[in-house]
């Protein structure tokens, strides 16, 4: 995969993405147990130390929830990558923190931490625009196959699917019913990363390209696509 990014770093439909963003009112906000269990079975899937959801503000990228880079609220957008890797209209993989192939950030903080390995999908909101990033990230080179890519852009839709979900329901001052739906999301999670769990202790590790082990995680994808529809469905439409 190759990436090809724009000359700037802010997109031309900026104004509207950030009135987007803001709109969801969950920029900069407390952790919450939902999020914590997206970016725990990614890291899983992709076998990566660690993953994360950002969200990308005017000059600062927030991690609405991170693994194995706990601590860390976010980073100034100029040295994020998930401010450039919202850009193109496509998942964004990189191999290369050099000056030359971060052209567009300073990827001083990446070097810092030996990561050599960044792949992310964007969370893209019902008006079209790109808020932020799920993203797994490693210290080692490598790439990501048509089966991973698929699963990682699954992923991010879940996310931004789960976003939607929490809008509505604190639009409508139903956080009761918020609570539970991020209940019934996380026992199917707790589920998912189980069976993962046991898939890499089986296989030495979570191969994607695997046939099996694909059709497994792809299924499991489409019963949270379901509990989220069905939420979705049922909650009241915000004003």
């Not at 969370?123 to 490693?138: C, N, Q, S, T």
């Amino acid at each position: 995969m190759t990436n090809i990014f724009p000359d700037r770093l802010v997109p031309e439909n900026e104004t509207a993405r950030l009135r987007t963003l803001h709109l969801y009112q969950i920029v900069n906000t407390t952790p919450e147990k939902i999020f914590d269990d997206y970016v725990a079975w990614a890291a899983q899937l992709f076998n990566t130390p660690i993953s994360l959801i950002s969200f990308v503000d005017d000059d600062y990228v927030h991690f609405k929830a991170v693994t194995g880079a706990e601590g860390v609220p976010g980073l100034p957008r100029t040295e994020s990558m998930c401010s450039a890797a919202i850009l193109p209209d496509m998942p964004v993989v990189t191999t290369d923190y050099s000056a030359e192939g971060c052209r567009l950030i300073s990827p001083d903080v990446a070097q810092t931490l030996g990561l050599n390995f960044y792949a992310g999908s964007a969370l893209r909101m019902p008006d079209g625009a790109r808020i932020g990033m799920m993203a797994v990230i490693g210290r080692e080179h490598r790439t990501l196959s048509g089966a991973e890519e698929e699963v990682l852009t699954r992923l991010a839709h879940l996310v931004s699917q789960t976003v939607e979900l929490r809008f509505q329901y604190l639009q409508a001052q139903q956080d009761d019913l918020w609570q539970e739906a991020q209940q019934e999301l996380a026992e199917t999670l707790d589920d998912n990363a189980t069976l993962t769990r046991y898939l890499s202790t089986r296989n030495h590790g979570i191969n994607l390209d695997d046939t099996e082990v694909q059709d497994l995680v792809l299924r499991r994808l489409t019963g949270v696509e379901k509990v989220l529809d069905r939420r979705l469905r049922e909650a009241p439409t915000a004003a």
